[in-house]
């Protein structure tokens, strides 16, 4: 992941850092480099400008081109900035847990997403991460009735990572299952119910109207999208998408593990305005992450 774009950003920076003085023609050349570096990586075109006018706005200012080592300021600009682009904000809080369940229990986790994203999996490993870190008693429930097994996938993981799943009834749907998660949940004292919803291979209206229905009933403290990275610009307009619909709270972006561009994951804050919270490193059930923007900044930045 990132490599592509951590090579040719790498070779930019060295010619940066390689000059003494720097003219404002020195960097914008720089800029337009770096331009090309990201969207040839996936980042989302208004993304990448955007990314690129700041930087610029900051870099061509006397101080910075008068200094003692200009490329060096100019490169640590770069640097600031891709960790705001990746949700900087956040990283203040890099000791807060990332999920806001500071609710009346039980806190409920709305997962959302296409299918094959890995909304089921990514279920399973968040509610193993609350589990086993933070001493939560979790509950599962899979409102998936379209894809077949969809419900009894969830079960076997919950079986896996030993938290319990709410008994599937057959026939019943999303909203009801909702309905009745909740009161299994509260009649067992569970401290966070995770809803694993339905996903559709594109996103549609009907797919758009059960997430509302479900969000309306079960009132989530965290609605959380889960993202596939491989998929690049899909990935981004799958999140402009479900953000334009659902009251998003965060993103799980899934498959960093694999040879992604990172697009999705440069593109995903600016995007949906929601932090990347957890990310996906495997298929293994404790393959996840928090997501730490300064971090995957200096895993760009080399
Ligand atoms: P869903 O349809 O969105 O519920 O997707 P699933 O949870 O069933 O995941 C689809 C496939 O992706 C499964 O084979 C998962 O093991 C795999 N998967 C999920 N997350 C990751 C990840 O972070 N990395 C890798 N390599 N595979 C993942």
Redesign the pocket.
């Given at each position: 992941m990132f490599d592509t774009l951590s090579g040719n950003l790498g070779s930019v920076f060295d010619r940066l850092r390689g000059r003494g003085a720097l003219s404002e023609a020195d960097v914008r050349e720089a800029m337009r480099e770096i331009r090309v570096a990201l969207l040839e990586a996936d980042v989302a075109l208004p993304v990448a400008r955007d990314f690129i006018n700041r930087v610029t706005e900051k870099a061509v200012g006397a101080a910075v081109l008068k200094s003692v080592k200009p490329g060096q300021q100019v490169v640590k600009i770069v640097n600031d900035e891709l960790v705001a682009m990746l949700g900087g904000d956040d990283a203040g809080a890099a000791d807060a847990a990332p999920l806001n369940l500071d609710v009346r229990p039980p806190a409920v986790v709305m997962m959302v997403?296409l299918?094959?994203?890995?909304?089921?999996?990514?279920t399973a490993k968040i509610g193993k991460l609350l589990k086993e870190k933070q001493g939560k008693k979790v509950l599962m429930a899979s409102l998936d009735v379209n894809r077949p097994a969809a419900q009894e996938?969830l079960k076997v993981l919950g079986e896996q990572v030993q938290i319990a799943t709410l008994p599937i009834i057959p026939g019943q749907q999303p909203v009801d299952i909702a309905r009745r998660a909740l009161e299994a949940a509260r009649l067992q004292n569970v401290d966070v119910l995770m809803l694993d919803t339905a996903?559709r291979l594109h996103v549609d209206a009907a797919l758009m109207a059960e997430m509302k229905a479900v969000a309306a009933v079960a009132t989530p403290a965290e609605v959380l999208l889960?993202v596939d990275a491989l998929t690049g610009q899909d990935a981004v307009n799958v999140a402009q998408n479900f953000s334009d619909e659902v009251p998003l709270t965060g993103v799980v972006l899934?498959?960093?593990?694999?040879d992604a561009r990172g697009g999705a994951a440069l593109s995903m804050r600016a995007v949906t305005g929601k932090p990347i919270k957890f990310a996906?490193?495997?298929?293994k059930l404790d393959?996840i992450e928090r997501f730490h923007p300064a971090r995957v900044a200096d895993r760009i930045l080399g």
């Open positions: 997403g299918q094959g994203s890995g909304k089921t999996t990514s996938q996903g889960v899934t498959r960093m593990d694999g996906g490193t495997g298929e393959a």
